[in-house]
């Protein structure tokens, strides 16, 4: 390798320590003045300066005896190289003429910037490196994408020559001017990127993570090979740098150089420059580590004229050398390390052959029209289409770079600007970048409006707040307005003049009012004690709503809404009573507790209505806060009071009725327990001054009616169920469903759904159908529901003008509700022996409930061992309590038997199974004891029980018949079922002794106080 100097040992040398330059472009420069001054060399083998006649440029220590082989420069590229063409050849002797010739080599390299001073034949050059160089700018209309041509774009300056020695200073070259790079590249390491693809001219920085890739890239930049492919991606979800197989990406991508490379840790980031179009052949395997220290097979295309004619210019020689070129270091391929896709093997894309016609310039202006108009819409463009377009009138004139640039400039699809890289077709390349361009303009006009719009609202905006504020120093200047605290002041004191508020409640409030005056407006506890001073100051302090203490007027409007109900009709009648003789109220805590459906929630708002109070709900089904009861402290951002401090305000009474929904189904969380916040709440003694933790004053709630539902009551607290008085709102039977249906149900429905009687009418022949088939709930919800659905039908078939008006019967029912849910009435029209129907209570209401019993397998013949001891399974789902309730009654069964049949042992030997249908309904309880006495023994004695006969009762281990709850469900459950006789323990005789009239009628019913009486009656002696 050899290092040329100048004459003048003090002149700089550019070199890769210093800066990075383009090695091509330089020897160039150095290679027309070495053939215009004939300069010394330093010999690297000898150390020594010589004059080498026979130093050719393009035979560098080739024919030199001191070199044995070729050498490589320090920057990458082959200091043999040749380069495109020259300029021309030097005609001219003198220092004047050769410098003249030398400077656009300085121009094109761009090595050095300052001045370039030719003074004498004895003075050298003096100049200094200053930036990394690119190569030409020009473009040629041949078949690739220009960026490798050298034909237009470094001509001479004007006014730059001469012997007078002008100084000369090279143009800003700029990131955009595309690199001297070779021709044909055809293996490079695949880079896949997302969303947009790299365009040729156009610099990308590009992040790699992919440790294979990013080994890949530095090893070829180590072996002077700093080329890549990109291709886009086809899924642009995946965000990795590589891809398995060729059809993950776009076959057409683009050239890349990589300018510098910067290693960030876990990626490295680049910044590369696109050159020309490429298409994927085949992939390609990569060499190992290994063999890349070996020396490759050097082209064809680096053998060496022996000769060369004096007389041929220095340039032509140059561009036979790069058209014979060839860079490529072929692979060494060997079985991939993984299924990564890394080295592809590519062709250049040459676009197709194209005349300047007029459609090319009528695109070529539209386009350049465009950019334009998107420019003067949005200056974001504004820089980057400057620095595209440094290049003055040539890019606008170039279709090819033009069309490039403007799909650049877009935020187009992937796929869109995807199809212009693959476009070949320069017309159709410039249309489609056209219509990208006109896309992009639109949405330039679109953001253009938006943020006109919004500007003109913030300037709105901005301006009513300033003329506020001008109002406000006006007002205050004439005495018409006061300070923001002192208006806020008097409207607190303005809300407590109407009420009489307790003193302990006025010390705080003026209290706070003091500490207001003294807080910052903009203080975040200037807000925190002004929302506590509101909430103070919106409760109905001394407050009430004028009662009716009227029983005439009450009762009339507890009858008009709901039927029935008389137990919770004589308690409020008997509370008002109460009111009258001590002529002031109280408030009471009320439950009331039955199945769904009956009407708990909607006769609490007719009790508020018949007592002239005003009524607020809530539900505290689930719920697992207590703040939600007793409120949040103050100290929280977003407190507020609890429900009951929010119903006083909302109300503006000290007396409300409030309903404390599904009071049965709270929940318990880690912010404690609400049903505990519900004990100070509901007890009569401790609510009279009920502290909330965000007012934190005592709250009078002693006025206040509370009334609780619930379903169930064994999920209620003991200590909250001790503290309500209960009452029980039962479901209803078929006779009372009728007449709620009729006074109630039908009228209204009817009315909801737009008809009259008219055009609708129901016979109570069908709704006692509908009632018995598809509605056996104790509520009437269902009821509600589907007497709803029959005149939402009669609605469709009377506007589709099927029928004028529409008649409900029993007979055409079904065409509007359906098929019967109901068919029986009963599992067994006649039970056999070993099964006996008993009576069931449930939160739905009641029902009947058969129970099975059966061997298990043959009874074994007596052994000389004695008699083997028998067994009894249960199934159907039982709980803990009805299991053990089945084994006391096996025990007192075999005990019963043994005294009424002594020669028996059908209980003590046999295997039995005792079964409750149905198997899905759990089931729990002590009321069938009774029951399962009589179905083994029915077992174990071979005899039916009565026919239609039903019983209830806890069984004791003697035989003592305990009383049960829900005799009213249970009676009705009977009735329903066909049964004419009943049997209920003797304690219930009291709850039976309540029922109408129409639910007791034609009933036979037996009190038992002990088995024997039952026996009695299930199995009469003949």
Same mark, same amino acid.
């Given at each position: 390798m050899v290092r040329a100097v100048a004459r003048r040992r003090d002149a700089p040398f550019p070199t890769t320590e210093s800066s990075r330059f383009n090695m091509a472009a330089y020897m160039k420069m150095w290679a027309a003045w070495r053939q215009s001054s004939k300069i010394e060399i330093i010999c690297q083998r000898s150390k020594t300066p010589t004059l080498c006649r026979n130093y050719k440029?393009? /035979?560098?220590?080739?024919?030199?005896? #001191?070199?044995? +082989? /070729?050498?490589?420069? $320090?920057?990458?590229?082959?200091?043999?190289?040749? !380069? @495109? +063409?020259? %300029?021309?050849?030097? $005609? @001219?002797?003198?220092?004047?003429? /050769?410098?003249?010739? #030398?400077?656009?080599? $300085?121009?094109v390299a761009g090595a050095f910037s300052g001045v370039w001073n030719t003074v004498s034949t004895r003075d050298a050059v003096i100049y200094t490196q200053t930036r990394s160089l690119f190569g030409n700018r020009g473009s040629s209309f041949s078949g690739n994408d220009g960026a490798e041509s050298s034909d237009s774009g470094v001509g001479d300056e004007s006014g730059d020559g001469g012997d007078g020695g002008a100084a000369y200073s090279p143009p800003q070259m700029t990131a955009l001017?595309?690199?001297? !790079?070779? =021709?044909?590249?055809?293996?490079?390491? #695949?880079?896949?990127?997302? %969303?947009n693809p790299v365009f040729p001219r156009f610099i990308k920085i590009i992040e790699i993570k992919n440790k294979q890739l990013v080994d890949l890239l530095r090893r070829k930049v180590s072996l002077a090979q700093p080329y890549a492919g990109v291709f886009l991606k086809k899924d642009d979800g995946n965000e990795s740098d590589v891809v398995e197989n060729l059809d993950a990406v776009y076959s057409t991508g683009t050239f890349v150089q990589i300018h510098e490379m910067q290693d960030l840790g876990d990626k490295l980031r680049m910044i590369v420059m696109g050159h020309r179009r490429i298409r994927i052949t085949r992939q390609l395997d990569v060499e190992t580590e290994g063999q890349e220290g070996k020396e490759t097979p050097k082209a064809p295309g680096r053998k060496r004229r022996a000769t060369r004619k004096e007389g041929n210019a220095l340039g032509e020689t140059m561009e036979e050398r790069v058209q014979k070129a060839d860079l490529t270091v072929e692979p060494v391929t060997v079985p991939p390390a993984s299924s990564e896709l890394l080295m592809v093997e590519v062709e250049n894309v040459v676009h197709e052959d194209f005349q300047v016609t007029e459609e090319v310039k009528a695109l070529t202006a539209e386009i350049v029209k465009t950019i334009r108009d998107i420019i003067a819409l949005n200056p974001l463009y504004r820089e980057s289409v400057l620095q595209m377009m440094q290049a003055g009138q040539r890019v606008v004139d170039n279709p090819i770079y033009l069309s490039d640039m403007g799909a650049a400039l877009t935020g187009a699809e992937s796929h869109e600007l995807q199809d212009v890289l693959e476009e070949t077709n320069i017309p159709k390349r410039l249309y489609k970048a056209l219509s990208l361009l006109k896309k992009e303009f639109e949405l330039s006009k679109l953001q253009q409006r938006l943020g006109r719009e919004v500007e003109e609202k913030i300037k709105q905006t901005h301006r009513k707040y300033l003329l506020q504020e001008q109002l406000k120093i006006i007002k205050k200047e004439l005495g018409l307005e006061k300070e923001d605290k002192d208006a806020i002041e008097e409207k607190f004191r303005e809300r407590l003049k109407d009420l009489t508020v307790p003193q302990h409640v006025m010390d705080v409030i003026d209290e706070e009012l003091n500490k207001l005056s003294l807080l910052d407006n903009h203080s975040s506890e200037f807000n925190v004690t002004r929302n506590y001073l509101d909430w103070l100051t919106s409760m109905p302090w001394g407050k009430n709503s004028e009662e009716n203490l009227q029983l005439n007027r009450a009762k009339e409007v507890l009858e008009e809404d709901h039927y029935g109900m008389d137990d919770v009709k004589k308690r409020i009648l008997e509370f008002i009573a109460v009111s009258q003789l001590r002529s002031s109220t109280q408030g009471k805590i009320l439950c009331f507790y039955g199945p769904p459906g009956v009407g708990k929630t909607s006769i609490a708002r007719s009790i508020a209505r018949a007592l002239n109070r005003e009524y607020f709900r809530f539900s505290v089904g689930g719920m697992t806060d207590v703040a939600e009861i007793k409120g949040h402290r103050r100290t929280y951002v977003g407190a507020m009071p609890g429900k009951i401090i929010q119903c006083l305000k909302k109300t503006k009474s000290e007396n409300p009725l409030v309903l404390i929904d599904e009071v049965d189904k709270i929940g318990r969380g880690y912010q404690g327990d609400p049903s505990s916040a519900l004990l100070e709440l509901l007890d009569p003694e401790q609510n009279s001054n009920f502290l909330d933790h965000y007012l934190d004053v005592p709250v009078d709630l002693s006025k206040v009616l509370f009334i609780c539902t619930a379903n169930v009551l064994d999920t209620i607290p003991e200590p909250l169920r001790d503290r309500m008085e209960m009452i029980n709102v039962s479901?209803? !039977?078929?006779? =009372?469903?009728?007449?709620?249906?009729? /006074?109630?149900l039908v009228p209204q429905l009817r009315a909801l759904c737009g008809l009259d009687e008219q055009k609708a009418t129901i016979s109570s022949e069908a709704l006692s159908a509908l009632i018995r088939q598809y509605c056996r709930e104790s509520g009437v919800r269902n009821l509600q529901k589907q007497v709803e659905k029959v005149f939402r039908k009669v609605a469709f078939r009377i506007v589709s003008e099927e029928e004028s008006s529409v008649q409900i019967t029993a007979d055409n029912l079904q065409d509007y509700v359906g098929k019967p849910i109901f068919t029986v009435d009963r599992m067994y029209d006649t039970t056999p022996p070993g099964v006996v129907m008993g009576l069931a209570w449930t939160a739905m209401g009641g029902s009947t409930l058969f129970i099975e019993t059966s061997l298990r397998r043959p009874r074994e013949a007596p052994s000389k061992e004695g008699p083997r001891e028998g067994s009894l399974e249960v199934t159907g789902q039982l709980g803990d309590v009805m299991k053990e309730s089945a084994r006391i009654a096996y025990t007192f069964a075999r005990a019963f038997l043994m005294q009424e049949q002594p020669h028996s042992d059908f209980l003590v030997t046999s295997h039995l199974h005792l079964h409750v249908p149905e198997g899905a309904t759990p089931k729990d309880g002590p009321s069938a004891?009774?029951?399962?006495?009589?179905?083994?023994? @029915? #077992?174990?004695?071979?005899?039916?029980?009565?026919?239609?006969?039903?019983?209830?009762? =806890?069984v004791s281990l003697t035989g003592k018949i305990l009383p049960v709850g829900g005799i009213k469900e249970k009676t009705i459950a009977a009735k329903r079922a066909g049964v004419t006789c009943i049997i209920l323990p003797s304690e219930n005789r009291k709850d039976y002794s309540d029922l109408p009239d129409y639910i007791t009628e034609g009933l036979e019913v037996h009190f038992v106080e002990h088995y024997r009486q039952i026996y009695d009656v299930v199995f009469p002696r003949q």
């Open positions: 440029f393009d /035979r560098p220590c080739g024919s030199c005896p #001191l070199a044995a +082989q /070729r050498m490589y420069s $320090t920057n990458g590229f082959f200091a043999h190289l040749p !380069v @495109s +063409q020259a %300029r021309s050849g030097f $005609t @001219s002797t003198s220092w004047a003429a /050769r410098s003249a010739h #030398l400077r656009p080599w $300085t121009r001017t595309p690199m001297l !790079v070779p =021709e044909v590249f055809p293996n490079v390491p #695949l880079i896949a990127v997302s %969303r479901g209803y !039977v078929a006779q =009372e469903k009728l007449a709620i249906a009729e /006074r109630y004891g009774c029951t399962i006495v009589t179905a083994l023994l @029915s #077992l174990a004695t071979g005899t039916p029980a009565r026919q239609n006969v039903a019983m209830t009762g =806890e």
